[in-house]
């Protein structure tokens, strides 16, 4: 479980110290208000979280040779989000991004700009933190402006600034914001300064290329997998063949003791573990441990017993007779079914998924001299792990370090999910041996312990009118999501939004309207996965959106355009997609190799908003997506090649999981062990993606998730105008289609 604590102040002495000679600023947030319009509407952990405080430290340092390093708040996981900070603070710093040197910052309260927390998710960083980086660049601006004055014994009017240089035009005298880092240090910062019009904009909204690209396509880049210590020993983990049970007893730890290489051997909760020499001589050796573990329980849903699956625990959701919380109620829904000429009805069901990130999970952790403690590890909450990690190592947070690489692979993974993570292990590993230790999770092994997207479902039903309007829609989901499990000291009601997101709030004008959500908890380990509850719900929703059209006789698109009278910017999204695929049709049509057809959805996900067209024809049985349109409206943006590059792979994964993704549980144990048994979306199945970014000019809303949900839907509907088959379970590949 996630320990949602005041995050522990955090020492910066190290920090500090590295700065000498360095301008470090703070930038103070504005008023609670400014910063709720800038953010727009917080959606998932970041709309449970408390308010956050009147200031928050985000430390830039400008250096006497002209060098720039800013501290991030955020995680850089190839979303691009250090490229984007720079944007924002050189734009107002009126410095070039590429003079940026961004790094992650280490744990500490000033960092909290998510709505009083700090985390890389939510796809939230670049809108909660858009007012307060700009705010930065503009008070270090003044600072340099101010010590140039000084120096230069004019007022602050007579200069401007270029490129990192502050000009006095009249005498044709500059001084380099490197030359003035020393006097602008012994400068109070102003807390209200002028932010550029943003008609002046010269790097936001651009196109900036990436300061990642050249790293990583060089290989400079570092990882956790990458990263060593001096001294440090390497460890391989064999985990419990079912969550839950531990190591029992060791039939050749003698034997596997006297392996080339082995230091030890460990027992851990829920594991076994080599300490060796190298990680290969580690693996071996653990993968050659005879153990004994616990029996788990025979039966039920508390814990993952002896026959728990796939097949009961949908058994156990669909079987559910309690009621639930109502999620969303408008207008009088008995009343409409009673009336209704017509009544829908439809099951949806989608299963547990990974997060099959290329990098497995590592982690290193050293105890020093001093007592305190280092541990590096890929996170998305330094606070979180700094916390844990203290409390594993039986320390106070303050004396622990926390280091955050770049992360390989991203998707909601690398949050704090107990036995889904690494860092414990080599905690315990470390003070076990007196040396460093970095634990790696093979493949397999991740494949068997990474918390899971929770398997869900929704049964709905809609009533239509004589003219095939639909005048009520209910639905009941059932099932847990994982704010429900993480952040519920946090909630304020019991509805569980990252169970119900993606259903309920949706734009479309149904007079009447019922959402309940049921909680059955789920003995696996759940996670946020990317989009989260979007990422199934959206798919449910839309397409029986498309079953509610074709019962009343409408087209899938006229009637979404019916529902959304009155609403400029859904409509204008609807329009703007059928114009990029040449015209909404849905077919079936002749196309190039045979028949194929469209399918349309929408969806609201993270502060923005999406239309997608998928076009699918049908192959030996298999769906073939050839082209995904996606018009994608997140308000406003700070890159729009990184905004084009997010949708475009959020639409790869949303096609993946919707035609082959699924984790699979028999007899308590997952049956996937690596990408052989875990099929992803291979080359030849990746369509052509077309994206349009509409700027609506409302609030800012997020990047990294949106361009997902859309996905499953539209290809969902494509299928189904196609071959006439409603696919209600996920993935397609289960079902058989039939050609055309």
Request: charged letters at 20%.
């Amino acid at each position: 479980m996630i320990p949602l604590l005041r995050p522990a102040a955090s020492s910066r002495r190290r920090f500090l110290a590295g700065a000498s000679g360095a301008l470090v600023l703070s930038a103070l947030l504005p008023a609670r208000l400014a910063r709720a319009e800038a953010q727009g509407p917080a959606e998932g952990a970041g709309a449970l979280a408390p308010k956050p405080g009147t200031r928050v430290a985000a430390f830039l340092e400008i250096h006497p040779d002209g060098t720039i390093r800013l501290l991030s708040p955020f995680v850089e996981g190839g979303q691009g989000i250090a490229t984007g900070m720079a944007q924002i603070v050189g734009e107002e710093l009126d410095v070039p991004p590429s003079r940026f040197v961004v790094e992650c910052a280490p744990p500490g309260p000033d960092y909290a700009v998510v709505n009083g927390i700090r985390m890389t998710g939510g796809s939230f960083s670049t809108r909660s933190s858009y007012e307060t980086m700009r705010r930065l660049g503009a008070t270090a601006r003044d600072l340099m402006i101010r010590a140039a004055a000084a120096k230069l014994k004019v007022q602050d009017g007579e200069l401007t600034t270029r490129d990192g240089v502050v000009m006095h035009a009249a005498s044709n005298r500059s001084l380099s914001y490197g030359d003035l880092a020393a006097d602008a240090l012994k400068l109070k910062p102003n807390e209200s300064v002028p932010l550029r019009d943003p008609a002046t904009f010269r790097y936001i909204r651009q196109p900036v290329p990436r300061l990642d690209v050249r790293d990583k396509s060089t290989g400079r880049a570092v990882y956790a997998i990458d990263q060593k210590v001096e001294g440090m020993l390497y460890a391989a983990v064999q985990h419990a063949p079912r969550l839950g049970t531990e190591p029992k007893g060791l039939a050749n730890e003698a034997e596997v003791r006297a392996m080339p290489g082995v230091h030890s051997v460990h027992r851990l909760p829920g594991a076994v573990a080599v300490a060796a020499n190298s990680w290969w001589r580690a693996r071996k050796a653990v993968e050659a441990l005879k153990v004994e573990w616990t029996a788990p329980k025979a039966s039920g849903l508390d814990t993952v017993a002896a026959d728990f699956s796939s097949e009961i625990m949908l058994a156990a959701l669909k079987a559910s007779a309690d009621p639930g919380q109502v999620a969303e109620e408008k207008g009088d829904v008995a009343a409409a079914f009673a009336k209704a000429t017509k009544v829908v009805e439809a099951d949806y069901e989608a299963p547990y998924l990974a997060h099959a990130q290329l990098e497995p999970p590592s982690a290193i952790a050293r105890f020093d001299g001093d007592g305190t403690l280092d541990v590096w590890l890929p996170n998305q909450m330094p606070e979180v792990f700094q916390t844990v990690s203290a409390k594993v190592a039986g320390l106070q947070p303050a004396q622990v370090r926390i280091h955050s690489p770049m992360l390989g692979g991203f998707f909601g993974r690398h949050f704090f999910y107990d036995a889904s993570n690494p860092f414990p292990q080599a905690i315990l590993l470390a003070k076990a041996t007196g040396r460093p230790v970095k634990v790696l999770w093979s493949r397999e092994e991740e494949f068997a312990r990474d918390a899971v997207r929770p398997l869900s479902f929704s049964r709905f039903r809609a009533a239509l009118d004589p003219a095939g309007q639909p005048t009520a829609l209910e639905v009941r989901t059932v099932g847990e999501g994982p704010i429900g499990r993480y952040f519920s000291m946090m909630m304020q009601t019991p509805v569980d939004p990252s169970a119900v997101e993606g259903i309920v709030e949706k734009p479309y004008a149904v007079p009447n309207r019922r959402m309940t959500f049921t909680k059955v908890a789920h003995p696996v380990n759940i996670a946020f996965w990317r989009s989260v509850g979007h990422s199934m719900n959206d798919a449910f929703y839309e397409s029986f959106l498309d079953e509610v059209a074709q019962a009343g006789g409408q087209d899938p698109f006229a009637l979404r355009m019916a529902l959304l009278q009155g609403n400029v910017r859904h409509r204008t999204l609807l329009s703007t997609v059928a114009e990029m695929s040449g015209g909404w049709q849905r077919g079936p049509y002749r196309g190039e190799g045979g028949m194929r057809a469209r399918g349309l959805a929408m969806a609201s996900p993270f502060g923005s908003e999406t239309a997608t067209i998928a076009e699918v024809s049908v192959e030996g049985g298999e769906a073939r997506v050839h082209n995904l349109w996606i018009a994608f409206d997140p308000g406003s943006i700070v890159n729009p090649a990184i905004v084009k590059a997010q949708v475009e792979s959020a639409a790869a994964l949303g096609l993946s999981s919707v035609l082959f993704e699924q984790i699979v549980y028999r007899d308590g144990v997952r049956q996937s062990q690596n990408y052989d048994t875990y099929p992803v979306l291979r080359r030849e199945h990746m369509p052509k993606v077309h994206v349009s970014i509409v700027e609506s000019g409302a609030p800012m809303g997020g990047v990294g998730e949106p361009g997902l949900p859309g996905v499953p839907p539209a290809v969902l509907n494509a299928i189904a105008a196609l071959t006439g088959q409603r696919v209600r379970a996920l993935p397609v590949a289960n079902t058989k289609l039939s050609s055309v």
